[in-house]
């Protein structure tokens, strides 16, 4: 059964149109304006006239003329409604869309420049779909439930008056210590609880850190090709890019300090790079650090899906050889977890935690409570640490199927790198347009994002991201199957040869 629903009625005693036609034009505007649906219930008389605070009459004289006139309807045990079939449903306005009624008008209706970005009003033909290939795609299916639904109904028994109450601007305390056991012993970040502000995702990690540390005009420094809604942080905070180039090692630090020596702080994925996957080397890591240090300069590190890597030993954070205190760590669960979850983590260097509340109050007070309490036990009961293992596991299947694919169907015609750690790998290829490519392949259910749109400026290299967490490894095969045929390439001999240049 529907919520009875009463429209805006603005009783005015001194108007001299009687109580019963103010409140029977009330609900008649709001009915064909289409404010109030076919089918809403509506309060009972004596509800509306108790809230109205006038008699009952005015209120049955209104609901009388609304019945007779078609708009309302009656049913014995469903209430009045308003009703299904209605006499004015041909003079309902169309969604509202404002008009300027002249160029004078509509100068005055001015906005902040930086506020607008034309890519974001239409989503782009990669993101219209979950699937093979799909970037930032988690294995929803895999993800234990049972657990996770135990410690949802357990906080629900919990919730006491205390727990309406605001939380901590720095996030619950038990989430926080929880990961710093964590980060500590996983990531080698060196850290205390106090020092740790949990925030809605890595995005909101970033715009708190560019308030805190940069000033309108700032120069930024990120890797080119790289994370381009990072981009969008750092240009609503009036900042400016200035892109770095990333090879094998990561990024050229050296290019770094030719172009823009005085940089205020520089945004790094050395995990695992964004979108080209390379790790930083140790000679490029500490290079970075020293640049920082000796031109008082701030490292944001984006680590986000660090915990997945499938050769060698580990990599440590960049924040644990950071002596200096120079480098704030940015997490999220949104990959090891679920992206609906809404929860990230800052690491801060410990003088400058007040600057970080103080912001922090300034935009959102501070983060919900009840899902950081269920995912501190989550953490703490062990369920955490055997979920990244068993994806560990399940990712670096999916990324050998994707790699071992791509060699069987596509072979020298592209490019491979990245495929050692995370949940995405990159594919250069040479001649042709990659935008066209993830156009058509988007009609095809293959989700892959063109490795241009990752460029601030003209692509230095065409090629696609493919992501690998969403799709089975039984599904991996002939996934590239369809992105060959997409790509119009001839498979020869387990090789793949170019057929046509596009």
């Not at 009624?101 to 219209?128: C, G, L, Y």
């Not at 996957?277 to 000796?294: I, K, N, P, Y």
């Not at 967490?469 to 039984?474: K, N, R, V």
Request: glycine share 8%; net charge positive; proline share 5%.
């Amino acid at each position: 059964m529907s919520i009875a629903v009463t429209p805006i009625i603005a009783i005015d005693r001194k108007a001299r149109r009687p109580l019963h036609q103010q409140i029977y034009d009330a609900y008649r505007d709001s009915i064909v304006s289409g404010t109030l649906r076919p089918g809403q219930r509506v309060p009972s008389t004596r509800g509306l006239a108790a809230e109205l605070g006038v008699s009952r009459m005015p209120v049955l004289g209104a609901y009388a003329q609304l019945m007779a006139e078609g708009y309302f309807q009656s049913r014995v045990g469903a209430g009045t409604t308003v009703s299904l079939s209605l006499p004015d449903q041909n003079l309902a306005p169309q969604p509202y869309k404002f008009r300027a009624k002249t160029a004078r008008s509509a100068r005055r209706r001015q906005v902040a420049e930086r506020s607008f970005f034309p890519d974001s009003i239409s989503t782009p033909p990669w993101r219209r779909g979950w699937g093979a290939f799909g970037v930032g795609q988690v294995a929803l299916e895999e993800f234990p439930l049972r657990p996770w639904n135990s410690l949802v109904t357990r906080h629900s028994r919990l919730i006491g008056p205390k727990s309406l109450d605001y939380g901590h601007p720095m996030g619950l305390k038990d989430l926080r210590e929880a990961l710093m056991v964590y980060l500590r012993t996983a990531r080698g970040v060196r850290c205390d609880a106090e020092q740790i502000m949990i925030v809605s995702g890595s995005q909101q990690a970033l715009d708190i850190a560019a308030r805190v540390l940069l000033e309108s005009g700032s120069q930024v420094w990120m890797e080119e090709p790289g994370y381009r809604y990072a981009r969008r942080v750092f240009a609503l905070n009036g900042c400016r890019v200035v892109p770095i180039p990333v090879d094998g090692e990561g990024l050229k630090v050296g290019v770094g300090v030719k172009r823009c020596r005085e940089a205020r702080a520089v945004l790094v994925t050395p995990s695992h790079q964004y979108p080209l996957g390379v790790t930083m080397s140790a000679s490029r890591r500490l290079q970075l650090l020293d640049w920082a240090e000796r031109s008082g300069a701030w490292i944001l590190e984006d680590d986000y899906d660090s915990d997945y890597r499938y050769e060698g030993m580990p990599i440590s954070s960049l924040q644990g050889l950071d002596p200096n205190a120079r480098v704030i760590y940015i997490g999220t669960f949104s990959k090891v977890l679920f992206p609906s979850l809404r929860l990230g983590y800052l690491v801060i260097p410990g003088d400058l935690v007040e600057r970080f509340i103080s912001v922090r109050l300034a935009m959102d007070i501070g983060p919900a409570s009840f899902w950081q309490a269920v995912l501190a036990d989550f953490i703490q009961e062990g369920h955490f640490s055997r979920h990244i293992r068993r994806m560990r596991l399940l990712y670096r299947e999916r990324s050998h199927a994707l790699v071992n694919g791509i060699e069987k169907e596509l072979g020298s015609a592209v490019e491979v790198t990245g495929e050692q750690a995370g949940m995405h790998l990159c594919v250069t290829v040479s001649g042709i347009s990659d935008r066209e490519i993830v156009n058509r392949a988007a009609r095809a259910n293959l989700w892959l994002v063109p490795l241009s749109s990752s460029y601030m400026g003209r692509a230095a290299r065409q090629g696609f991201i493919l992501g690998f967490g969403s799709t089975a490894t039984s599904e991996m095969t002939s996934a590239v199957r369809k992105l060959r045929n997409v790509l119009n390439l001839e498979r020869v001999g387990g090789r793949a040869s170019e057929q046509t240049r596009l």
